[in-house]
């Protein structure tokens, strides 16, 4: 495997936390990978296809001195940022990201239970928003069109497993950095009781919350 693998350039777009990726990344360099680099696509499959939304890397090169075949490659999937990092910072950063996506939805499906609970419509919480919070309305409307039409209660357990296993990996990276984990246990004890629930009232806010996981771009 490691005569396979030496003098030749390795970009991986598995998932894993920071620290999964520095050790992956330093068996590379050890099997005498010549160049690797570690990325995390922020985007829906769709958008990727297109040439879409945004590739953020980390390597052992700088960006001068990864070939031209591989940026292009890199390029046609979308924007690619080369991280200022060691490896794993891409990883970091995309963590950093989807925290910030995953707590504005939740806070969002908050506020969408208290308007309907008094007979008010998303639209006109989304209209209130977009007034007293404009950096958070794009987000908001572009969920908006898939909150209205009621179709996406699909079956819920695939998709909570998957971010809950999403934040549990980020858990124990966290601890060793000494750094706060009450986001990612928040969110874990919040997947875990969401997809505890058997009522299909009761599940309301768990299939709005697995929908938007799921797909996170209208344009999917």
């Keep these: 495997m490691r005569a396979h693998l030496k003098g030749k350039t390795v970009l991986s777009l598995t998932s894993s936390n920071p620290t999964q990726a520095a050790i992956f990344g330093q068996e590379m360099l050890n ?43 890199m390029a046609d999937m979308g924007r690619v940022v080369f991280t200022a990092g060691c490896i794993g910072s891409a990883k970091a950063l995309d963590y950093a990201i989807v925290d910030m996506y995953f707590a504005n939805l939740v806070f969002f499906l908050n506020g969408l239970g208290l308007v309907e609970a008094e007979g008010l419509t998303p639209d006109q919480f989304v209209e209130l928003v ?43 990276w966290l601890e060793s950095k000494g750094v706060s984990t009450l986001l990612p246990d928040l969110a874990v004890d919040l997947l875990n009781r969401a997809a505890g629930k058997n009522d299909a009232h009761a599940n309301e806010d768990a299939y709005r919350l697995q929908e938007l996981l799921r797909y996170n771009s209208i344009r999917e």
């Design 31 to 73: 099997a005498g990978v010549d160049c690797y680099l570690d990325g995390c696509y922020a985007g829906a499959p769709s958008v990727l296809r297109a040439g879409g939304g945004l590739l953020l890397v980390s390597s052992n090169r700088q960006q001068a001195d990864v070939s031209i075949a591989v940026q292009q490659l």
């Design 130 to 172: 977009e007034f007293k919070l404009p950096t958070f309305a794009s987000l908001l409307k572009e969920q908006l069109p898939r909150i209205n039409r009621r179709d996406y209660k699909s079956n819920i357990t695939a998709t909570v497993g998957t971010w809950r296993r999403f934040f549990q990996g980020r858990h124990e």
